[in-house]
T-cell receptor
Framework: GQNIDQPTEMTATEGAIVQINCTYQ??????LFWYQQHAGEAPTFLSY????GLEEKGRFSSFLSRSKGYSYLLLKELQMKDSASYLC??????????FGAGTRLAVHP | GAVVSQHPSWVICKSGTSVKIECRSL??????MFWYRQFPKQSLMLMAT?????????EQGVEKDKFLINHASLTLSTLTVTSAHPEDSSFYIC??????????FGQGTRLTVV
């Protein structure tokens, strides 16, 4: 079967660093995506990993270990606007994206 | 990034009627489009995958006669919710992929069936 697990909720302080973990078991793997979604809006693309290692893009970084079926999204210098849901998604066959349940991140002053 | 336009953004319809949602890729050719639905505080659930010119592939548990998908061109896919009922009220989102690996999402359509 296919399973993508990530924590349901996290809280963090403005200016801090937070790591959101994602573990997956899927049939087929063409890469792992992280999306940000604010309430009532569509998801927006954050990162894509297909090879093991760390991809850095500004304040956001994403890590992948294919052998462990594990990824994390690292957010640095947190801002209030980073309060949102963060969705881990795995691309399987035919570019289908299977989403995890999402992690709701609350950033407080 | 590429632009995917979804229309309408929201719609209210009476129980028993049908509603059509359009998804257009504005600046790229979308070889594959995906339709998701999302309930409040839940993640996106893939409903179906559509490739231009062929029948859609539905996920297990999704009624293909109720959720009609048409992908007539490389820039347009439509989802029609037939004989809508209140339990069909949800947030429907399309995404499209082309040459690039990442999927681009439409703005979503909030459907309310009364």
């Amino acid at each position: 079967g296919q399973n993508i697990d990530q924590p349901t909720e996290m809280t963090a302080t403005e200016g801090a660093i937070v790591q959101i973990n994602c573990t997956y078991q899927t049939s087929g793997f063409n890469g792992l995506f992280w999306y940000q979604q604010h309430a009532g809006e569509a998801p927006t693309f954050l990162s894509y990993n297909v090879l093991d290692g760390l991809e850095e893009k500004g304040r956001f970084s994403s890590f992948l270990s294919r052998s462990k079926g594990y990824s994390y999204l690292l957010l640095k210098e947190l801002q209030m606007k980073d309060s949102a849901s963060y969705l881990c998604a795995v691309s399987g066959g035919y570019n289908k994206l299977i989403f995890g349940a999402g992690t709701r991140l609350a950033v407080h002053p | 990034g590429a632009v995917v336009s979804q229309h309408p953004s929201w719609v209210i319809c009476k129980s028993g009627t049908s509603v059509k949602i359009e998804c257009r890729s504005l600046d790229f050719q979308a070889t594959t489009m995906f339709w998701y639905r999302q309930f409040p505080k839940q993640s996106l659930m893939l409903m179906a995958t559509s490739n231009e010119g062929s029948k859609a592939t539905y996920e297990q548990g999704v009624e293909k006669d109720k959720f009609l998908i048409n992908h007539a061109s490389l820039t347009l896919s439509t989802l029609t919710v037939t004989s809508a009922h209140p339990e069909d009220s949800s947030f429907y989102i399309c995404s499209a992929t082309g040459e690039r690996t990442e999927a681009f999402f439409g703005q979503g359509t909030r459907l309310t069936v009364v």
